[in-house]
């Protein structure tokens, strides 16, 4: 049994509420109040991938390419990650619920040779079917959270390709490369009645000369600080900013508990991830980047903020593009 199954449902590593528990009045009425600038007054982009650098990819070295929300694709030491891509709307119907504001960098067809996919849990902005079912097809292994492969198999995707994964287990890829899936706060399900049926996690991805981590969606924790003692140290962390509110703190960690989380974790470059890319709460939606400058200043924190597509090549110091400006 799974360390964190209580027989019935996965559990988080401290008593957390998940959005709405408790204060459903509080969240009607935010839902009923008119927010501005959820969403871009203007399509952002176009955005591209750079082809020349993603097609050729060196050895020794750690490159990110966000392609929007929690879609990164992590090239390290000679070997090519992505995290979970959802190209389409976060939503189980593509005629309604959140739609990007913007269209991936790079389509299924386009994207370079991957060397495996990670998927950190079930949710609709996490894991979209038609992406995955085409992605799938390549070939490309996938590695998730348990129970998640269940769902990936029902769409036709071979049991072989997939290892599901419990928090710290590690699975060794050879030539000195390890995926380790390491604790979350958080919680699953696709729809209202298979809650926390699979489980969600982050993953630690090392290389023989690099080491990064893929924190996905979580709420602040103690554990953090654990992840970074035994599987750090890391060159790149990449937190989540966005789709945050104080209603549902213990699940999303927003800018300020992101930057608090960087500190716990001692990595060396903080990448914000999970926004700018879906309206999926009441904030503004430049505001966590914008936080997170605050935070990162006052906290004295090297931040890496890319624009959509752009490739970043750590060289040990942050890197900020204000791409949002030209978009409000």
């Given at each position: 049994?799974?360390?964190?199954?209580?027989?019935?449902?996965?559990?988080n590593?401290i008593?957390?509420?998940?959005?709405g528990?408790?204060n459903?009045?509080?969240m009607l009425?935010?839902?009923?109040k008119?927010?501005?600038?959820?969403?871009?007054?203007k399509?952002?982009?176009?955005?591209?991938?750079?082809?020349?650098?993603?097609?050729?990819?060196?050895?020794?070295?750690?490159?990110?390419t966000?392609?929007?929300?929690?879609?990164?694709?992590?090239e390290?030491?000679?070997?090519?990650?992505?995290t979970?891509?959802?190209f389409r709307?976060?939503?189980?119907?593509?005629?309604?619920?959140?739609?990007?504001f913007f269209p991936?960098?790079?389509?299924?067809d386009?994207?370079?040779?991957?060397?495996?996919?990670i998927?950190s849990?079930?949710?609709y902005?996490?894991l979209?079917d038609?992406?995955?079912?085409?992605?799938?097809k390549?070939g490309t292994h996938?590695y998730?959270?348990?129970?998640?492969?269940?769902?990936?198999q029902?769409?036709g995707i071979p049991?072989?390709q997939?290892?599901?994964?419990?928090w710290?287990?590690?699975v060794?890829?050879?030539?000195g490369?390890?995926?380790?899936?390491?604790?979350?706060?958080?919680?699953?399900?696709?729809?209202?009645f298979?809650?926390n049926q699979?489980?969600?996690a982050?993953?630690?991805?090392?290389?023989?000369?690099?080491?990064?981590?893929?924190?996905?969606d979580s709420?602040?924790?103690?554990?953090?600080t654990?992840?970074?003692?035994?599987?750090?140290?890391?060159?790149?962390?990449?937190?989540e900013?966005?789709?945050?509110d104080?209603?549902?703190?213990?699940?999303?960690m927003?800018?300020?508990?992101?930057?608090?989380?960087?500190?716990?974790?001692?990595?060396t470059?903080?990448?914000?991830i999970h926004?700018?890319?879906?309206?999926?709460?009441?904030?503004?939606w430049?505001?966590?980047?914008?936080?997170?400058?605050?935070?990162?200043n006052?906290?004295?924190?090297?931040l890496?903020?890319?624009?959509?597509?752009?490739?970043?090549t750590?060289?040990?110091?942050?890197?900020?593009?204000?791409?949002?400006?030209?978009?409000?």
């Amino acid at each position: 049994m799974a360390s964190n199954f209580d027989g019935k449902v996965y559990i988080n590593p401290i008593p957390t509420k998940m959005g709405g528990d408790g204060n459903m009045g509080k969240m009607l009425a935010e839902v009923l109040k008119k927010h501005p600038n959820t969403k871009p007054a203007k399509t952002p982009g176009p955005f591209h991938v750079d082809f020349e650098k993603l097609n050729n990819l060196p050895k020794d070295i750690l490159r990110i390419t966000w392609l929007g929300h929690s879609g990164l694709i992590i090239e390290i030491d000679g070997k090519r990650f992505l995290t979970d891509p959802v190209f389409r709307r976060a939503s189980p119907f593509q005629f309604a619920g959140p739609k990007r504001f913007f269209p991936t960098p790079v389509s299924v067809d386009e994207m370079p040779k991957l060397d495996a996919i990670i998927i950190s849990h079930d949710h609709y902005d996490h894991l979209d079917d038609k992406t995955i079912i085409a992605l799938a097809k390549k070939g490309t292994h996938i590695y998730t959270s348990l129970g998640v492969g269940a769902i990936l198999q029902k769409w036709g995707i071979p049991k072989t390709q997939i290892t599901e994964m419990d928090w710290w287990q590690t699975v060794d890829l050879g030539d000195g490369f390890k995926i380790t899936a390491a604790p979350a706060r958080h919680f699953s399900g696709r729809s209202m009645f298979n809650r926390n049926q699979t489980l969600w996690a982050s993953y630690a991805i090392k290389g023989p000369v690099h080491n990064v981590y893929y924190g996905a969606d979580s709420g602040i924790h103690p554990l953090f600080t654990e992840i970074g003692e035994r599987l750090g140290p890391f060159d790149i962390t990449m937190l989540e900013i966005g789709a945050s509110d104080e209603l549902w703190r213990d699940i999303h960690m927003g800018p300020d508990y992101a930057t608090d989380a960087q500190l716990m974790l001692k990595g060396t470059v903080m990448m914000p991830i999970h926004w700018g890319t879906f309206n999926l709460a009441f904030h503004a939606w430049t505001q966590p980047a914008e936080r997170v400058i605050e935070c990162a200043n006052e906290k004295h924190i090297d931040l890496l903020l890319p624009a959509p597509g752009e490739t970043y090549t750590f060289n040990g110091k942050g890197y900020i593009n204000k791409w949002w400006g030209k978009f409000r």
